[in-house]
């Protein structure tokens, strides 16, 4: 057990957002305030999880040729089930997130690591497979969230405190960039980290390579 | 008449103003992995508007014809996916048998359709929404043609960015994100479109 090393690569290395470039539409789309930031993470970790455990359970038993449609029926059951007590319990989250919810289900994220890790690995290999993957897809989630919350609209840490409250005015409100908050700045802020991980992936090669 | 002006209003807000991949943020994981070439690009886009368009009959049918009766409601989200996957593996025998050259055009990227969120999205969408059977078909072909025309467009400007000179880091995805980003800004200019 290396956790270790699952850990970085869940959250740096091979984090499913910005190295592997999977769930793109969630990550852009609910990213508009820290509070839909974390209900979808959290969501994604438990969903992520429970699914690669199971799927790692049965995976001796799945055929190979239906193991795709397999993977989607375990993820949808889960995927109901956390959407009903979404529902249940937390119903102001259920109508920001709103179709978003149940479109978990096709969150490569979680196809992905069901394909490419719990089908060739134990069930406790999985199990932290799935919580770490889902922290770094949180992780950046929360930091798309902060840059737009912040620069977009001026606040910080919006609809914590209550279904309505704005969250907490840093920046005067006249002199945010609107524009972020609106679809565009899903798609620049994205781009933008993305970039910045691979500058920041590609540095220490380039010094080991010098050293020699 | 009302009738008519409904489904202008579904059919504009679809393809333009509420595009599914510049204001709704559906279907990005084929937008950007399938947009590298026209060809790919448009056909794949064609391949999702046939999809969509008959996801939405069908799942309309299997909503409000099994599923309510039945009282099962809450088990929407497995329902459609179900039915989306066979669909598509459906669609796939009969291209096979029928239709070899469009089958090996499209390749690879036909069973990948069942995990387009804009397939399953468009599919809730109706429900939300409460369309009847015409309105859910129409914004099902409809929303998938704003598909054909984003991922058309958005192919046609990646294939002229490989002549661009920027820096080493905004190599693959951040560029193509950006490009996207754009053209959101762009695509916004048709939110005052409105009819409704």
Redesign the interface.
Known sequence: MNLKKQFMEGLLTQNPVLVQ??????T??ITTSFFNGLGMGVAVIVILTLSNVIIAAIRKIIPNKIR??MF??VI??F??CV??LIQAFVPDLASSL??FI??I????II?GRAESFSYKNGVAASFFDGIFQGIGYTVVLLIMCIIRELLGAGTFGGGILGPDAKGIQIIPSQFPAG?LT???????V???L???M??AL?RPKKNKEESK | MDQIYQLLAIMLGAILANNFI????????PF?GVSKKVDTAVGMGIAVTFVMGLASAVCFLVNNYVLIPLGLG?????AF??VI?SLVQFIEMFLQKSMPSLYTALGVYL?LI????AV??VV??NV?NNYNFISSVVYGITGGLGFLLAIVLFASIRERLVFADY????????????T???M??AF?GFSGLKIW
């Open positions: 470039v999977l769930g793109m539409c969630s852009m789309a795709i449609a989607i029926v949808a059951g995927v109901t959407d009903l709103g179709v149940p479109l289900v096709v969150n490569c196809l524009m609106l679809p565009v700045g899903g798609f620049l994205l781009g933008c993305i970039a910045a691979q500058w590609s | 510049f204001s709704q943020f559906l279907g990005i994981c950007l809450y088990m929407q989200t497995v996916i179900l996957a069973p069942t995990t387009n969120c399953l999205g809730l969408l939300q820096p080493k880091c905004w190599d693959g995805f951040p560029i193509a994100l950006v996207a980003g754009l959101a800004l916004m």
